[in-house]
C-alpha cells in the first residue's frame, strides 16, 4: 500500500463507523477548545505531574479555568493495575494470543476496557506489541508472539476493544523494545526493511486499522537513537507515513532531555519527573523547560501546539471530554462474567504438545480411579506486589504487566473438586522434592506434575533473574521432579506455567504435556476444564519452540549502564526479517514445536484449497473436516511465498487464519481474505511497501508452519493460469524451491550488506 493511499483509506474506514466521531471532526473540536489556552496550561497538558506517587501510575493535571479534569493513565495488558484486587487479574497477552481467537481477543479488550472506563481511567497502557526474537526476554508474556502479523492481528483485536469503551489504547513499546537487560541504555540495530516488514507491522495495523489514540516510546534506543528523542521514527514515519493522529507518550521515566525528546515528538512526559521518587514530582526534564526551548528557538511555538492538540483531539476522538467517569480505582468489576471469560480464554489457550495413548482427557475407566497432583505449582500461589516471588502456582510473571489479586483458584483445589464430581479418587504432593513426590505418584493410575518458569520487567529481579530468564530451563528442580515421577508412573502428564519455551529433557518419558502459560485468576479451573474433557484443547503456539541455541539471536547479560546515556548494550538484529519460524524455515531448523502446533482431542482434515487474486486482496478458500469422534475446533493457516522477484525473503510467511467449531464428522468451507497489505513487502530503495504485480504467490494451508500440506499457485497480477502455464504449474514450483536452497549463502550476505538509515 502507498503510503499516499493511508489518510483516504482512513477516511474510508471512518465513513462506515456509525457511532465513533471522525478524527477530522475531534480535530475541529480540539482546535475549538485549545485556541484560549496559555502557554502554562498546555505544559499542564504534556507534563505528567504526580511522577507516579498519586492513584494512577500517571496523571496529567486538572484545568479548572477550562473543567478539564486531567487524564489519568493506568497499566496494563493483564488488567487494572494497583486495584487491590477489586479489577479482574485476566490471563496473560501470550495466552489470549494462543487461543488464535479473533472474538475472544475482541471480546477480552472489551471486557477489560469496560473495567478501566469505569474507573474513569483515560488512557489504558495496552496492548504490548513486541516481537519475540528470544525466548528467554522478560516480557514476552506481556505480548503476542514472534510472528509480525499475527501479533499485529492480535494488537488490533485488542485495541478496538478497548477503545470501543471509550478508553484511549496504548499501542507499546515502539520500537524494537525486545528484551529487559539495560532496556534504558541499550540500542536496536535493527536493519531498514526489517524495521518496517517486522517491527512496525504491528503498529501500522493499530493505527491504520485500529485508529490508536496513543503510542508509547520505548525506553530503547534504535540504531543509536533513543526512541523518545527519534524524529525520524516518531514524526517522519509515526505521525508522517503512517498518518498518526492520536498523540506519543514516553514510557515511564524514558525521558532523558527536553530538546531532543520533545523536538522529536514525544508529545507527553510520563510520569512526569526526571526520575522515579517523590523528590521529582516537580522537577522534570520538561515543563517550564519547554518555554525556555521556545525563546530559545531550539523548537517553535508550533511544536508545544501541535503535542497539545494531539492529546485534545484524542480525548474528542474517544469522547471524553464530556461527563467522563470520575477516577476511582477501587470500584469492584471483578464480575462473574469477567471470571468466566477470563477461564474460557484460559482454557481455550492451553495447548495440547503431546497426548500419547490419549492419555487425556480423564475419565473414571477400570484403569483411572486414582490421580496424584505433584508440584508445589499446583497448589495456592503466594501473592507478591508486582508478582515478584515465584512460590505456588504461576497465574502472571512479575512487573507492570500484572494485577493485584483477589483471589486465584489453584489447580489443585479445581481438580479435586472436579475429580469428586467425576468420582476420581485425588491424591497429592504440594512440593517440589522429587523423592518425596514419587512416592506419592507411585500407586496412582496416573500423575499429573506441575511446573513452572518466571520472567518479568527488570526493575525485579526473582530467584536471580533480572527480567530476562537467566535459562530456558524450569525452575525448583523441575526437570527431576518429572522425570522421578515418571520412572515411577508410567502415566505421567505434565502442566507447565510461563511465559515461554522451557527445555523439555522429558519429552520421550511423559505420555501427556500441556503448555498453560500464564492463565490468571482463573487457572486452575481452566486447566481442569482441559484435563476433564469439559472443554477440548484448541490452543496453539504463537511462536517456535526450539532449544536456546537454535534461535538465531538471544538476551545479553551486560552490567548495568545509567538510562540515557552513551554507553549502551547493543542488540544487533542481524537475523533481520528472519524472526521465529522463518529462520528455521530458511536454515532447515526442525524445531521442537513449530509455530502454530497444537493438539486437540479430535482429528481435523484440510483439503479443496482455492486462491482467486483480486485488485483489493488474496481470496482464499479451504475446506476443514472433523475427522474425529468429539466436538472441537480448528485452527486453518494460511502462509504464503512471494514471488520470487523479491529477493532474499523469507520461505514463507504467516498472513492469514481463522477459527473454526466443527461438530464430529462435520465439513466448513473457511474463507480467508488477505488484504493489499498483507500481500506487500517494504521496498528499501522507494521507501514505501510494494505489491508485486508479476510472477506468482504459493498459497499454503495448513495446521502449523510445519504442517502444510495443501498448496496452490495463484499468478500476482490476477491472471488465469494459460493451459500451458497449468500444466508446468508444479515443474515452476519446484524451480523456485531450488533457487530459494541455492540463494541460502547469498541471503545471509545480504544481510550484512543492508543499509542502516541514519537516525
Same mark, same amino acid.
Given at each position: ?109 472489551e471486557?477489560?476496557?469496560?473495567e ?43 485495541l ?27 540500542t536496536?540495530n ?9 517491527y ?40 508522517g ?34 526520575y ?37 483531539r ?48 480423564l ?38 504487566g ?23 479418587k ?27 518458569a ?32 515418571a ?15 522451557v ?5 520421550d ?83 521442537? =514445536?513449530?509455530?502454530g502446533? %497444537? $493438539? *486437540? &482431542?479430535?482429528?481435523? @482434515?484440510?483439503? !479443496?484449497?482455492?486462491?482467486?487474486? /483480486?485488485d ?31 529477493k ?12 473454526v ?5 462435520q ?5 480467508? =481474505?488477505?488484504?493489499?497489505? %498483507? $500481500? *506487500? &513487502?517494504?521496498?528499501? @530503495?522507494?521507501? !514505501?511497501?510494494?505489491?508485486?504485480? /508479476? ?44 533457487d ?5 549463502s ?12 541514519n537516525?
Open positions: 500500500m502507498k503510503f499516499s493511499s493511508v489518510l483516504s483509506t482512513v477516511a474510508i474506514v471512518f465513513a462506515t463507523k456509525s457511532l465513533a466521531i471522525s478524527w477530522e471532526e475531534a480535530d475541529a473540536k480540539a482546535r475549538e477548545w485549545c485556541k484560549d489556552l496559555t502557554n502554562e496550561e498546555k505544559i499542564t497538558l504534556v507534563t505528567g505531574r504526580e511522577n507516579m506517587t498519586g492513584v494512577c501510575v500517571g496523571s496529567i493535571d486538572p484545568i479548572e479555568r477550562k473543567g478539564f479534569k486531567g487524564i489519568c493513565l493506568q497499566d496494563g495488558p493483564a488488567g487494572v493495575r494497583f486495584a487491590k484486587g477489586t479489577a479482574t487479574s485476566w490471563q496473560a497477552s501470550i495466552n489470549t494470543a494462543a487461543t488464535f481467537d479473533r472474538k475472544l481477543l475482541r471480546k477480552v479488550g471486557a477489560q476496557g469496560k478501566f472506563y469505569q474507573r474513569g481511567i483515560n488512557v489504558a497502557l495496552a496492548p504490548s506489541m513486541g516481537i519475540q526474537r528470544a525466548p528467554a526476554a522478560g516480557r514476552i508474556f506481556e505480548s503476542y508472539g514472534e510472528d509480525p502479523f499475527y501479533v499485529g492481528q492480535c494488537g488490533l483485536e485488542v478496538k476493544g478497548i477503545q470501543s469503551q471509550g478508553v484511549i489504547a496504548n499501542a507499546k513499546h515502539f520500537i524494537a523494545n525486545d528484551q529487559e537487560n539495560n532496556r534504558g541504555a541499550s536496536s535493527v536493519p531498514e526493511q526489517a524495521l518496517w516488514d517486522v512496525m507491522e504491528p503498529f501500522y495495523r493499530t493505527v491504520i486499522d485500529g485508529e490508536a489514540g496513543t503510542v508509547m516510546a520505548s525506553y530503547n534506543a534504535i540504531n543509536g537513537t533513543y526512541s523518545t528523542q527519534n524524529k525520524r521514527l516518531l514524526t517522519d514515519s509515526l505521525k507515513k503512517l498518518g498518526f493522529q492520536g498523540f506519543v507518550m514516553s514510557d515511564w521515566w524514558a525521558i532523558f532531555d527536553v530538546e531532543k525528546s520533545f523536538g522529536a515528538g514525544t508529545d507527553m512526559n510520563m510520569p512526569g519527573g526526571k522515579w521518587g517523590p523528590d521529582y514530582v516537580d522537577d522534570s526534564f520538561w515543563g517550564k523547560h519547554i518555554l525556555e526551548c521556545i525563546e530559545k528557538g531550539v523548537f517553535p511555538q508550533e511544536r508545544l501546539d501541535d503535542a497539545v492538540l494531539r492529546i485534545i484524542t480525548m474528542y476522538k474517544l469522547d471524553q471530554m464530556d461527563n467522563y467517569p470520575e477516577v476511582n480505582l477501587y470500584v469492584d468489576t471483578n464480575t462473574k462474567e469477567n471470571a468466566a471469560l477470563n477461564r474460557k480464554v484460559g482454557a481455550d489457550s492451553n495447548v495440547l504438545l503431546k497426548n500419547a495413548d490419549n492419555i487425556l482427557p475419565k473414571k475407566s477400570k484403569k483411572v480411579k486414582k490421580i496424584a497432583v505433584i508440584g508445589k505449582d499446583s497448589m495456592p500461589p503466594t501473592l507478591c506486589e508486582d508478582m515478584r516471588c515465584a512460590n505456588g502456582t504461576l497465574p502472571l510473571g512479575w512487573g507492570s500484572t494485577t493485584d489479586f483477589k483471589y486465584v483458584v489453584d489447580p489443585l483445589s479445581a481438580i479435586t473438586k472436579r475429580a469428586k464430581k467425576a468420582n476420581l485425588v491424591t497429592s504432593y504440594g512440593d517440589d522434592d522429587a523423592k518425596k513426590a514419587a512416592k506419592v505418584a507411585k500407586n496412582a493410575d496416573v500423575a499429573i506434575v506441575f511446573v513452572q518466571d520472567s518479568g520487567e527488570e526493575y525485579i529481579t526473582v530467584e536471580g533473574n533480572a527480567g530476562d530468564r537467566l535459562n530456558l530451563d524450569l525452575w525448583h528442580g523441575g526437570n527431576e521432579l518429572i522425570e522421578a515421577v520412572a515411577v508412573n508410567k502415566n505421567t502428564i505434565v502442566v507447565i506455567h510461563s511465559p515461554g519455551p527445555n523439555v529433557p522429558f519429552l518419558k511423559v505420555k501427556g504435556i500441556i503448555f498453560a502459560g500464564l492463565p490468571g485468576q482463573e487457572t486452575g479451573n481452566a486447566i481442569t476444564d482441559v484435563l476433564f474433557g469439559d472443554v477440548n484443547p484448541s490452543g496453539h503456539l504463537p511462536y517456535t519452540w526450539a532449544p536456546r541455541e537454535d534461535y538465531p539471536t538471544d538476551v545479553k547479560y551486560e552490567p548495568e549502564y545509567p538510562d540515557g546515556g552513551d554507553k549502551m548494550t547493543v542488540y544487533d538484529y542481524n537475523e533481520g526479517l528472519f524472526v521465529g519460524y522463518r529462520w528455521f524455515d530458511k536454515n532447515e531448523i526442525k524445531p521442537t =514445536f513449530p509455530f502446533y %497444537g $493438539l *486437540s &482431542y479430535t482429528t481435523f @482434515e484440510y483439503s !479443496d484449497l482455492e486462491a482467486d487474486m /483480486e483489493d486482496g488474496l481470496y482464499v478458500t479451504l475446506t476443514v473436516k472433523n475427522t474425529g469422534k468429539v466436538a472441537g475446533a480448528a485452527v486453518p493457516m494460511i502462509f504464503l511465498s512471494f514471488p520470487e522477484s523479491v532474499d525473503y523469507p520461505v514463507r510467511l504467516f498472513k492469514g487464519f481463522d477459527k467449531m466443527l461438530k464430529a464428522g465439513s466448513k468451507e473457511v474463507k480467508i =481474505f488477505i488484504d493489499d497489505h %498483507g $500481500l *506487500s &513487502y517494504y521496498d528499501v @530503495e522507494s521507501e !514505501d511497501y510494494v505489491r508485486p504485480k /508479476e510472477g506468482e504467490f504459493t498459497v499454503f494451508a495448513g495446521s502449523n508452519a510445519s504442517d502444510l500440506p495443501l498448496k496452490v499457485n495463484v499468478l500476482a497480477n490476477g491472471d488465469d493460469y494459460s493451459e500451458d502455464e497449468a500444466e508446468n504449474e508444479e515443474e515452476v514450483s519446484a524451480e523456485v524451491e531450488e530459494n536452497e541455492d540463494s541460502a547469498e541471503d545471509e550476505k545480504e544481510l550484512k550488506k543492508r543499509s542502516y538509515k537516525y
